[in-house]
Structure formats: C-alpha cells, structure tokens
C-alpha cells in the first residue's frame, strides 16, 4: 500500500542555506560519473531539471540540500545537468545510470522527471528514488510536493501592502497546472488584502518548457517590461532562470520584484538588484533532499507522498530585505495571511 505522509520538520530552513556560494554553471560534481572502485560509499544523487545548477532559484535550492547532506554524511555525491532538446528516454538512461553505479537515494529535480522515474524504480527496487514536483507511484519512490500556492498567497499579500499603483504583474515560465499553482495563490492574496482593487496582470512565457520558459533570462525580462509599461510596480515570477531576467527588469524600472523558491535578495549573481527584491515565496527543495537522504541514511527511507507546507514550515516568504519591514501593515498582513492559512480559515485556491 502506497503511504502517505506530511514531512517533519527535519527538513525545515535548508532551502536557505548559503546558496551564494554555488557555481554559476557546469556539468556535475567530481563524483557523478564513474563507477567507483574504491569501496568509497555512495548516497545522494541528483538530477537536475531545466535550467541547471546556477539558476539562484530551484536547482540550486537542490544543491543546497545535496551540499548538508555530503558535509553530515561525509560520503560520496553526485550531480547532474540536463542536456538541450533531451528525451524521457535520455532522463531514463541518467537516472538508470546513478542507480547502478550504487548512489542512493537518487532524485530526479522537477516533474519533467516522472515517466522517466515510473520506469527505472521498478528496475531498481533496492534504491529509493525521489522526485520534486510530481508524484509518481512506487513502493521505493518519494514524491516531493510543495503547497506552492500557499507561499505565493502570501506573496499576493505582500504585493498588494506593496504596490503604489494598484497594479502588479504575475511571470510565469511555461503554461503548466504547477505554475497555474503559484498565480492562483498569488492572485488570491492580492485581491483578499486589497478588497478587489487591485489589478494583477498574467503572462506565460511559453507553452512547453522544451520553448525556454524556464531558462530564457530574456523571455523574462520582456514580459516584465511589458507588464512595467501597463503600470506594475510588483512582479512575482514564477519562472526558473528566467526569472532572473524579470529581476533585472524591475530593478531597471525602480520597482519591486518577488523572488521564488530560494531566498532570492541573497542570491549573489543578483546582487545588483537586490534592492529591488522585496521579498522571494520559499519553497524547501532543499529541506526536501536532505531529508530524503537522511531517511536513506537512517535506514528508514521515506516513500509515498510528502507534503511541504507552512504547517512545517515547507514553504514560507522570505523577509530579508530590510525594506519589507518598513512598508506600512506589510509584515503584519503577511503573519495574519500565514496564521489563516494554517488553521484552515483561509483556503488557497490552486488553480
């Protein structure tokens, strides 16, 4: 029987780990690719989606959480990138090959991953497998979803303490249920805290994710600057590496950005526009892998469904900027938004 679960705390403020200090690119660690023929033991691997390490965003929110459990477990790790134009078969064969060569556990880094998944796990039933953003079925696998909304809800509240113009705009990177997820939250706590009188203008950079949604720095910032013309003065986005791209817009406007999933005010590629990064809606990819890694280590490994939320502090907002304090009843709406939310009072819608 499949079992269903909501994480522990174990997982909790990994995602906020000094992200700063990843590499802005390449291809794997030094111990992703050969068997090893030391007797060296192997744990986490993973596998990263679109966009890869370097993103300041989701992937390297997942090297965050690879990094603690390297440092506390002291064995070997692994990480790989995506290639361009890649199939369902080519993620097969990635994932296929950690396995064999002994990591455990071995996640795969976004929902893009879960054909490939279904398939190796059945090969494999002595690894356990995880994978971010989908849930696939598997008596090995650990599906790890996030309550993406209820972050971007209260994201949707900070914007509308935020905004001069009554205006704010919503980047998403492709047109998938998942980021209809963060425009529904965000949506709804902008038009819960502004009675209505806020306007909050939408836009997908693409349809696929095989389009460059997710790693179009480009893409991102000519929606923005198309949103900043129709007189947004807060943009949330929703967009992986392209989001970065969003950021750059806004601090060139002289209006507030929203980050997502890390900390993004103390992401060091985007220094330069920190100032203009209100606040980032958290996402804990990294309480996610570690805490699947040290399942695996404790000899307990967590399978089924494990659900991140503010209840476990999941997913949250990020106060960093000294500025958010400083906007009249934003930090006071924010703990009023998060307390309704976690005893039920609000619901959040996710599409």
């Known amino acids: 029987m499949r079992r269903i679960s909501k994480l522990t705390r174990v997982a909790v403020g990994v995602a906020s780990i000094a992200l700063a200090a990843t590499a802005c690119g390449g291809t794997s660690s030094d111990s992703g690719s050969d068997s090893d023929s030391t007797g060296e033991a192997k744990g986490l691997a993973i596998a ?98 996030f309550a993406e909304e209820q972050a971007s809800y209260l994201a949707g509240v900070a914007a509308a303490k935020a905004t001069k113009t009554n205006t704010v705009g919503f980047v998403g990177g492709v047109d998938i249920p998942l980021i209809h997820k963060f425009e529904a939250g965000y949506k709804q706590g902008v038009q819960d805290t502004s009675g209505g009188k806020v306007k909050v203008v939408s836009q997908y950079l693409t349809q696929t994710a095989e389009e460059g949604g997710f790693s179009s720095p480009d893409k991102g910032k000519a929606a923005a600057e198309g949103q900043i013309e129709k007189n947004a003065d807060v ?79 999941g997913v949250g907002l990020a106060e960093s900027n000294p500025e958010f304090a400083k906007i009249a009843g934003l930090s006071d709406a924010v703990a009023k938004a998060k307390e309704g939310i976690i005893d039920g009072s609000i619901k959040v819608k996710t599409e």
């Open 48 to 145: 990263y989606d679109i966009g890869g390490k370097g993103d300041q965003s989701f992937n390297d929110a997942a090297y965050a959480g690879l990094q603690k459990a390297q440092k506390e477990f002291g064995y070997k790790t692994a990480d790989i990138e995506p290639t361009e134009g890649e199939t369902d078969a080519d993620k097969e064969q990635r994932l296929a090959s950690l396995a064999k060569q002994g990591y455990n556990p071995v996640i795969g880094v976004g929902f893009a991953y879960g054909p490939a998944m279904e398939a190796v796990a059945k090969k494999y039933p002595k690894t356990t497998f995880g994978i971010v953003d989908s849930v696939v079925e598997g008596d090995n696998v650990a599906s790890l979803v």
């Open 235 to 313: 943009v949330y986005q929703a967009a992986g590496l392209s989001g970065q791209g969003v950021i750059e817009a806004a601090a060139k406007a002289k209006v507030w950005a929203i980050g997502v999933d890390s900390d993004q005010y103390k992401q060091a590629a985007l220094a330069n526009y920190k100032s203009y990064i209100l606040t980032s809606a958290l996402k804990d990819v990294g309480g996610a892998v570690y805490a699947l890694a040290k399942s695996v280590e404790d000899g307990k490994p967590l399978t089924g469904t494990q659900t991140f939320d503010l209840k476990v502090n």
